[in-house]
């Protein structure tokens, strides 16, 4: 079946620190993929996305391009804040429509002034 | 603004009692999901609705069930709630396209604790 893997976390930043978390994914067909962002105490609200191979989806500073060859959709943030920590999940939708949402186990994200 | 409320914020209750959550969505949304989420596991889904009196299970439907007898409306039930489902629940909605799913839309999740 479909499935999301991200990279493990905590990861720990400093304040303006490059951010990259990892994700690649498994699925049939032609995927819409996403990114998920939880702030503490919060449901979770979408970052971005892109529903095309090749397409970037781009949010808030944070960025992932939708890369079909490597299976992958990696978030990026050229200068973390304070305020971005948080827990992110790509998610993906197959197109074949029998699950709507398949997320990644999530990365928790601290950064620290 | 997508508004997606759930009934508690936090409920306690013990084991053997039947615990109904509750999900309200604004926006007309034809699909409505439960998901809980759990330390190292991620989101899984429950149960999931594309429209009124139509469920589908998700990847672990064992111990709940659901209804969602009006559109805006979908009620996670524990039947006789065990320690194991001790979790926060998430509910979300959204638009249906097509055979496509569109951006699902959170509310901000019952911590459930089953003493």
């Known amino acids: 079946g479909d499935s999301v893997t991200q990279m493990e976390g905590p990861v720990t930043l400093s304040e303006e620190a490059f951010l990259t978390i990892n994700c690649t994914y498994t699925?049939?067909?032609?995927?819409?993929l996403f990114w998920y962002v939880q702030y503490p105490g919060e449901g979770l609200q979408l970052l971005l996305k892109a529903t095309k191979a090749d397409d970037k989806g781009s949010n808030k500073g944070f960025e992932a391009t939708y890369r079909k060859e490597t299976t992958s959709f990696h978030l990026e943030k050229g200068s973390v804040q304070v305020s971005d920590s948080a827990v992110y999940f790509c998610a993906l939708t197959s197109n074949s429509g029998n699950t709507p949402l398949v997320f990644g186990k999530g990365t928790r994200l601290s950064v620290i002034a | 603004d997508v508004k997606v409320t759930q009934s508690s914020r936090y409920l306690v209750k013990r084991t053997g009692e039947k615990v109904f959550l509750e999900c309200v969505q604004d926006m007309d949304h034809e699909n409505m999901f439960w998901y809980r989420q759990d330390p190292g596991l991620g989101l899984r889904l429950i149960y999931f609705s594309y429209d009124v009196k139509m469920k589908e299970k998700g990847d672990i439907p064992e111990g709940y069930s659901v209804s969602r007898e009006k559109k805006e409306r979908f009620s996670l039930i524990l039947e006789s709630a065990s320690t194991n489902q001790t979790s926060m629940y998430l509910c979300?909605?959204?638009?249906?396209?097509?055979?496509?799913?569109?951006?699902?839309?959170f509310g901000p999740g019952t911590r459930l604790t089953v003493l």
């Open positions: 979300a909605s959204s638009l249906r396209v097509g055979r496509e799913y569109n951006e699902q839309f």
């Open positions: 699925a049939t067909g032609y995927p819409s």
